[in-house]
């Protein structure tokens, strides 16, 4: 009985020490609390310009837009409410580059019938010094929940989820699909062009870019939402722009999760929070786990403070940000938004 009793005991606390030690690999850093995001809401994304935080986006009761728009200056550990998006929609593709934000796609109010996603094709330009926004071309595939990253003068919209033949819209009880949809848009010439694949459809990804490659990581695969017809994932694809190719798959994130937010930080990908769901649990993860693709390593690292999903990361200086977010998973009837906003300090590498 007692040999019984002992050797989980022992396994686990090899497990733990495991844990340990890649956590003192990459050193840890610690959560501090920032000012509370004035609007809390789920379904939220972020990104970093001109050394504040941007975020946009929420979802509201019944699947209403909220098209809200909020900077985060680090300096006065303040927001400020900007102007409004010009289309209302959410689970948009979000990145930066020079300066300027490039909000990719999406979904949106139906104009008719019921409450649903219907996604949209929309590109836009926000400038955060003029607080100004511009149409941009249309993409050429209507979607939702893509990934977007900016790089070398091109924003990448990969994956999302989108209509089945037929359909005008995404809902639980309509039968819609994930896509490997990769879509190049060219900054200068206001352009877009088709690109590989991703080997691996998916939507509610996150991804960052590193030493020229785009890294999307987790997110779900089936429909668009967790609480009917689809799976978490824990796969790590590469995609090299220079070459159009996808590589081989990379090691796996620790958690299998879906609608994370992330950051990079000195060459490595950051990741937080996210939802699940199976048939006897729903639940938001407090996990951060952060990707080296030059050694093909996770690390785990010390959990965010709240459990959240629909969250929107930034990094800023040596602090990645998490704002607000829902502690609830999806679906459940129940929506607990959160104001928290949690910042990881990065450690001093000596």
Not at 264 to 269: D, E, F, S
Request: one cysteine or more.
């Amino acid at each position: 009985m007692f040999i019984a009793i002992r050797q989980p005991i022992v396994a686990t606390a090899a497990v733990a020490l495991m844990l340990v030690a890649s956590a003192a690999a990459h050193a840890q850093g610690a959560w501090v609390k920032r000012a509370p995001f004035p609007e809390p809401a789920e379904e939220l994304l972020g990104t970093a310009a001109g050394g504040k935080m941007y975020v946009f986006c929420g979802l509201g009761p019944g699947w209403k837009p909220l098209g809200m728009v909020y900077e985060y200056d680090p300096a006065s550990d303040k927001w400020a409410k900007k102007k409004t998006m010009p289309l209302l929609s959410h689970h948009v593709g979000v990145t930066e580059a020079n300066g300027k934000i490039y909000v990719m796609g999406g979904f949106k109010y139906p104009d008719s019938g019921p409450a649903a996603w219907q996604p949209i094709d929309n590109a836009w330009e926000y400038d955060p010094a003029a607080d100004s926004w511009k149409a941009l071309a249309p993409m050429p595939t209507k979607r939702g929940s893509p990934v977007a990253v900016a790089l070398g003068g091109k924003v990448y919209v990969i994956g999302g989820a989108t209509t089945s033949p037929g359909q005008s819209v995404v809902h639980p009880t309509i039968a819609h699909r994930s896509v490997g949809v990769v879509e190049e848009y060219d900054i200068a010439g206001n352009s877009w062009r088709e690109r590989t694949p991703m080997p691996t459809p998916r939507n509610h990804a996150t991804a960052g870019a590193v030493n020229g490659k785009i890294y999307v990581i987790g997110g779900r695969v089936g429909t668009s939402f967790i609480s009917n017809g689809s799976s978490n994932i824990d796969v790590v694809e590469e995609y090299d722009p220079a070459t159009d190719a996808w590589g081989p798959p990379r090691a796996r994130m620790p958690s299998a999760r879906s609608a994370t937010a992330s950051g990079v930080y000195q060459g490595r990908i950051y990741v937080t929070g996210g939802e699940g769901q199976n048939a006897q649990m729903m639940y938001t993860f407090r996990a951060l786990e952060a990707y080296d693709p030059a050694a093909n390593r996770w690390t785990v690292l010390a959990s965010m403070p709240v459990s959240r999903h629909g969250l929107a990361g930034a990094v800023i200086g040596n602090e990645l940000h998490m704002v607000s977010g829902d502690v609830q998973s999806a679906g459940t009837g129940v929506h607990v938004h959160t104001e928290s906003h949690d910042a990881y300090q990065f450690a001093a590498v000596k």
